[in-house]
């Protein structure tokens, strides 16, 4: 199992920086935010998302993928009534999906609340509509450049739009593509599914919808921080990996860093690797 931590954990620091320091805490990947890269990730270019690669690498590392994509630039949005908007909006995330690739990266994380819920006006479906329009596009790329584009259930208090993995699911179906797939935020599915999290990856990972999952507590603090307990989660997994369900990555996605973001970070390899070489997976 590789443990990947989300970047924006280390901002401040430059990103040669969270690159040692991960390292250095025993990561084996880093998982970015655009926005992290710069004020507007539009402006990367295909030889500065390489160089991103080559400075994980050379410090043992891999970008597995990016997440937080619809930060920045600011005022997108994947279901508005606004039509050239939406098309603002798609663009991004198929260049997203294109410097994705260009990392080395595997997967793209669509979480971006704001950006989703249903606008002043709109009714779920039209919401809905627009939605799957914008996801079949930046899907396309995905399956050109190789990756896979995960559409991610949120909590309700984070969005009224797909907050279950079912919901995510029914997306992915009707867009039809094999590029698009949906993923698990613990803390989110701690917060708006009835099942447990294991027994919700038991149930849907054999299906080959889920592609990635992020661990993380429902009180929004790192694994271990909180009341989720992640030695069911963890053994789960690890079966689904065995079984060629899984990729078997894991990212470290806390919200509310305690005491810092270092400190989060530090403590959540160290609880998630002591599981693991528990369950024999050292």
């Known amino acids: 199992m590789k443990i990947s931590l989300c970047n924006e954990v280390l901002q401040p620091l430059p990103f040669e920086q969270q690159c040692a320091l991960a390292a250095a805490l025993g990561y084996d990947g880093l998982e970015v935010a655009p926005f992290t890269l710069a004020e507007d990730p539009m402006r990367i270019t295909d030889a500065e998302a390489a160089s991103y690669a080559r400075i994980a690498a050379d410090h043992g590392l891999?970008?597995?993928?990016?997440?937080?994509?619809?930060?920045?630039p600011a005022g997108l949005s994947i279901v508005s009534d606004d039509a050239t908007l939406r098309e603002r909006t798609a663009a991004v995330m198929e260049r997203l999906t294109e410097l994705c690739a260009a990392m080395g990266g595997r997967y793209l994380v669509h979480g971006s609340p704001k950006q989703r819920s249903v606008p002043p006006g709109s009714t779920p479906a039209q919401a809905w509509e627009r939605a799957a329009n914008c996801l079949a596009r930046a899907a396309r790329r995905a399956q050109a450049c190789g990756v896979v584009y995960?559409?991610?259930?949120?909590?309700?208090?984070?969005?009224?739009?797909?907050?279950?993995?079912?919901?995510?699911?029914?997306?992915?179906?009707?867009?039809?593509?094999?590029?698009?797939?949906t993923m698990i935020d613990c803390s989110a599915a701690g917060q708006a599914e009835i099942e447990p999290v294991a027994a919700l990856i038991g149930r849907w990972m054999p299906t080959g919808h889920i592609a990635h999952v992020q661990v993380n507590d429902p009180n929004r603090r790192?694994?271990?921080?909180?009341?989720?307990?992640?030695?069911?989660?963890?053994?789960?997994?690890?079966?689904?990996?065995?079984?060629?369900?899984y990729p078997g990555i894991i990212a470290v996605e806390p919200f509310d860093y305690q005491p810092d973001g270092p400190g989060c970070a530090?403590?959540?390899i160290g609880y998630l690797r002591g599981i693991l070489e528990g369950l024999g997976d050292a």
């Not at 891999?62 to 920045?72: K, P, Q, Y």
């Not at 909590?155 to 009707?174: G, K, L, W, Y």
């Not at 989720?228 to 689904?240: E, H």
């Open 266 to 268: 530090a403590r959540a």
């Open 150 to 181: 995960c559409l991610e259930p949120l909590s309700p208090r984070e969005t009224d739009f797909i907050n279950t993995v079912e919901q995510a699911v029914q997306m992915i179906e009707s867009v039809g593509s094999p590029a698009l797939r």
């Open 222 to 245: 790192g694994p271990g921080q909180g009341d989720m307990a992640f030695t069911p989660i963890l053994s789960t997994l690890l079966a689904m990996q065995k079984q060629g369900h």
């Open 62 to 72: 891999e970008i597995t993928g990016l997440h937080w994509l619809l930060v920045a």
